[in-house]
């Protein structure tokens, strides 16, 4: 098989057959950062994911919700395995990849062209090695129309450079980086944006000062604590 694939056009000639091969190590393109290429998983433990692992591949769950609360539970569990370098290469892509829905296409197998189910996901957890960086783990919940998630939502600060207190010389006391939503699989913001533009010195933000969709319910014991707090100076540590 090598030596036919070499000389004039052996390069892409390989490239084609590694594609044909393993349909999600393709070339990449606005699909490949937007669609997880995965295929069925059967065995668990530690050995297995270790052999997943050294294969270049990552152990993933996906899970079906069985309610609309936050706290119903898991109704299902899908075992499947994913492409390590794809995974990394959508991580770099997207700085909220645990807050933004994404497809999922699984395939009959590694060599199969056969999709075996499809839909929209979450990524809510990635495991990864702290020495290494490799992802070890991914875990994914079913985001269909209609679902409702609870999401960790990270909280972007925008206006830092027109805001009036900040201008005087005070200090941004940033209180919260994430707030925790019950959201519509289709209506989850990949972040939420709190707006520093018109704050001076001795203003705060609260939790329900954030404008967001009105299907979004805060999940929260108490609304009215402050997101952020704009200071004259730097707290003494």
């Known amino acids: 098989m090598a030596q036919c694939l070499r000389g004039k056009g052996g390069a892409a000639a390989v490239e084609e057959a590694l594609r044909k091969a393993v349909p999600w190590r393709r070339a990449a393109s606005a699909s490949y950062h937007h669609t997880i290429q995965a295929v069925p998983r059967e065995t668990t433990g530690p050995r297995a994911a270790a052999r997943e692992r050294r294969n270049g591949h990552v152990p993933a769950v996906l899970l079906t919700l069985a309610g609309a609360g936050p706290g119903e539970g898991v109704a299902h569990r899908k075992l499947l395995t994913t492409d390590r370098k794809q995974l990394s290469e959508m991580l770099k892509q997207s700085p909220y990849f645990l807050s933004t829905p ?17 839909g929209t996901v979450l990524p809510i957890k990635v495991h990864t090695d702290e020495s290494t960086g490799n992802i070890l783990n991914l875990v994914m919940v079913q985001a269909d129309e209609g679902t409702m998630i609870k999401v960790n939502l ?62 979004l319910k805060l999940l929260s014991r108490n609304e009215t604590m402050p997101v952020c707090k704009l200071l004259a100076s730097k707290p003494v540590e």
């Open 154 to 215: 990270p909280v972007v600060f925008k206006g830092e450079d027109v805001c009036p207190g900040l201008k005087k010389g005070g200090f941004l006391q940033k209180i919260r980086t994430s707030l925790v939503y019950l959201c519509p699989a289709e209506h989850i913001p990949p972040k939420i944006e709190v707006d520093l533009t018109n704050l001076d010195i001795g203003d705060r933000v609260l939790m329900n000062d954030i404008p967001v969709h009105p299907s």
């Open 102 to 118: 994404v497809r999922l296409q699984v395939r009959a197998g590694e060599r199969s062209t056969a999709v075996v189910h499809s």
